[in-house]
């Protein structure tokens, strides 16, 4: 146990201080004694709920440290059979007593009074009440433990540049090339390389689709779309509001992305944009670099965010300083990038693979972001407030990366490079919102048509991603790797139909940098508030505490996606 995990351990109440959480029976006892205790009063709710709080927290920190450890060392098998160990020994069991704990409140609370901010995790758990049964709990375990083949695969993935054995995230880097010849050679070597497994995650996807289809059916919903939905909390939107987003997004968005892609094809002198000339300057000057080795990302990080807050800075200090950042890219290591809440200690892991370009930067703003989220509401007396849902978590982390533009400085102190990097971000903006609708409507389809054959997944995912890539992309050199350009989406393989949260978010993002440009200490306060308020209270009260709308109707996008246009075309003029 860790620094802080050991003195965060010397609060608890309930367990004891020194517990070694390795099998079901280690916290049998606790659960029982929950499972035994009275419930007649709302003293016992209080204290109950207090008990519970802090097993939970427990639970989960050890299962965060099991998943945190095999990300970074996907190489080791003893820390998969580890992690898979623990699926099965402990939340397996645990999901089964949970259940009942959750049957044993939900009675209270169903003829007794309760305090009215308990409503919000209430009325998640009184859904997940409803779709549980009693055999999808192995069921999910086994899915948890298939799901980390897609991190096993990926993180092996390499290929050799310049006589030097590179991760694809490492490889990447030479897209940014102003030579044509040296990108479009790496962009064949990555998706040679992704190609390799193309069958072997067409599979995979397959055996999850039929799981996740057997969860669905056994709780009783024609699909798992439909029973996602409601696993998720989704309450504040619906299928049908995510079919508007798409629309939206396809009729506001997509025309300005075409527009971006035919400047860029200009500035760069090509008769056709091919995929490999997305990620050069479109001046074809030299990629920018704004730092060199993990240590000073993680301290122009820190005197960023010090701009900002200094106690933006503070969190971000300590985390670094008890080893709660692992940010550089390495064979063996999972791709992508996560801030893990630890709600025991209260302490996030932000975990990454920088290999020092531009996006590596926008990235440690956007988990800074997440762990800045945690931080804030770390004092929530009950670990239940702290599990945010994404629409709100990637507002956190997103805004962030806005707001810190502001600040960039600390990293890009020449002005024609900082505004090269703040024109770079804006166009990825808009870019992540046509990507989003076009991953959740590919998942729609999926969860929509789960026993499909591979060929006709490929056919849905070629047609959904030409309605939203638009027409200035030339793949016809690479239609194969145009076809599986979805294997490169961690969330299809390990977070089903976790996606459309970033366009929400996104749009929320935009709103919060728009009230900053104009009245930095105000929207800040509000920002923090927000934050601070964790799951207290629903999707849209949360935006209004943000000052900004839970809204992504097509006039919305719309006056979003101007201001972003005008804020690009300042920056381009002052270049």
């Not at 201080?17 to 004694?33: A, F, M, N, S």
């Not at 440290?65 to 580890?82: F, K, M, V």
């Not at 939206?248 to 992305?257: D, E």
Request: hydrophobic share 35%.
């Amino acid at each position: 146990m860790n620094r802080i995990r050991a003195k965060a351990a010397e609060n608890r109440s309930f367990l004891p201080k020194d517990l070694i959480l390795l099998t079901w029976g280690d916290i049998e006892p606790y659960v029982t004694e929950l499972q035994e205790a009275s419930l007649d009063t709302e003293d016992d709710l209080h204290s109950w709920l207090k008990k519970r709080s802090e097993l939970d927290a427990v639970i989960e920190e050890d299962k965060a440290w099991l998943y945190i450890r095999q990300s970074c060392h996907t190489d080791n098998p003893e820390y998969a059979s580890a992690f898979g160990k623990f699926l099965s020994e402990v939340e397996e069991p645990y999901a089964i007593a949970g259940n009942q704990l959750d049957k044993k409140l939900l009675a209270y609370c169903s003829h007794s009074p309760y305090p009215d901010k308990y409503e919000i995790f209430l009325r998640n758990m009184r859904m997940q009440t409803e779709i549980f049964r009693t055999e999808n709990v192995s069921i999910q375990a086994r899915l948890e433990a298939e799901e980390q083949q897609y991190g096993t695969l990926t993180g092996a993935m390499t290929v050799t540049l310049d006589g030097k054995e590179l991760t694809l995230q490492g490889a990447q880097n030479y897209l940014k090339s102003t030579d044509r010849s040296v990108r479009k050679k790496a962009f064949e070597l990555i998706w040679n390389r992704r190609s390799a497994d193309y069958e072997k995650l067409n599979l995979l996807l397959t055996s999850l689709l039929e799981k996740r289809q057997e969860m669905a059916k056994n709780a009783g919903f024609d699909n798992y779309l439909d029973y996602r939905f409601v696993q998720l909390g989704r309450f504040d939107y619906s299928r049908e509001d995510c079919l508007t987003f798409h629309e939206s997004v396809k009729q506001h968005i997509v025309p300005v992305m075409n527009e971006i892609h035919a400047h860029r094809k200009e500035q760069l002198g090509l008769s056709t944009l091919q995929p490999y000339d997305l990620d050069v300057d479109p001046e074809n000057k030299p990629a920018l670099v704004p730092f060199s080795n993990v240590s000073e990302l993680v301290g122009k990080t820190l005197a960023c965010f010090r701009e900002i807050d200094p106690e933006f800075e503070g969190f971000i200090r300590l985390m670094h300083e008890n080893g709660y950042l692992d940010l550089d890219s390495r064979k063996g290591k999972a791709p992508g990038g996560y801030n893990y809440p630890l709600h025991e200690s209260n302490v996030p892991f932000i975990f990454m693979n920088a290999t020092h370009n531009l996006r590596d930067m926008e990235t440690m703003m956007h988990e800074g972001g997440h762990a800045i989220h945690s931080f804030l509401s770390k004092d929530l007396d009950l670990v239940y407030y702290k599990d945010t849902p994404a629409e709100i978590a990637e507002v956190a982390s997103m805004a962030m990366e806005l707001i810190s533009m502001e600040h960039w400085q600390a990293f890009l102190p020449n002005r024609e490079e900082l505004h090269r990097a703040r024109i770079s971000q804006l166009e990825g903006v808009l870019a992540v919102l046509p990507w989003v609708a076009t991953v959740d409507k590919f998942q729609h389809w999926l969860y929509t048509n789960p026993a499909s054959a591979v060929e006709d997944r490929l056919n849905a995912w070629q047609g959904i991603e030409q309605e939203f890539g638009g027409n200035g992309i030339d793949w016809s050199a690479y239609p194969n790797h145009h076809r599986h350009l979805w294997q490169k989406q961690i969330h299809i393989f390990q977070f089903p139909l976790y996606y459309i949260e970033y366009g929400i978010a996104q749009l929320g993002a935009i709103g919060i940098w728009k009230n900053y440009k104009s009245r930095p200490q105000e929207t800040l306060q509000a920002y923090r508030k927000a934050l601070s308020m964790g799951y207290s209270a629903t999707l849209p009260e949360l935006y209004e505490a943000a000052g900004i709308r839970f809204d992504f109707s097509a006039s919305y996008i719309r006056e979003l996606s101007e201001f972003v246009r005008k804020e690009l075309d300042t920056l381009r003029q002052g270049l």
